[in-house]
């Protein structure tokens, strides 16, 4: 776990020193533990919002075969690495078994 002041030190880049020097003059000016903890949490907010991650902090699936994409429905695309690919459909169906099987289940009270 990082400190308040290694946190600010990955902020400081994106939002200049003079803000940062502000939200540790108000970290450590605090007493009371819990807005300490309400402004650490607002700059692991900030750090989350505003700063970039590497390759190698983020989950990069590979895309789904064209043949999986297709569908009646089309319910979005498909972009990899930013590329844009094929379309996502949905097969017509599934939308009309998923609100049977929903009123099958209401009434014989089936629990999942």
């Known amino acids: 776990m990082l400190s308040v002041d290694e946190k600010l030190r990955i902020l400081q880049p994106i939002l200049g020193t003079r803000k940062v020097m502000g939200l540790r003059g108000m970290y ?7 807005d300490k903890a ?3 949490n607002h700059i692991d ?5 505003l700063a970039k991650k590497g390759i190698d902090e983020e989950i990069i699936l590979p ?3 064209a ?3 297709e569908g009646d429905i089309d319910i979005g695309k498909v972009e990899y690495l930013g590329i844009q690919r094929e379309s996502l459909g949905q ?4 939308w ?5 099987f929903r009123i099958i289940r209401n009434i014989f009270q089936i629990k999942l």
């Open 91 to 94: 097969p017509e169906l599934v």
């Open 96 to 100: 009309l078994v998923f609100p049977i």
């Open 28 to 34: 450590y000016m605090k007493k009371d533990f819990r």
């Open 67 to 69: 043949d999986i994409c």
């Open 38 to 40: 309400r402004i650490e």
């Open 63 to 65: 895309p789904p075969e």
């Open 45 to 49: 907010l900030l750090i989350s919002t």
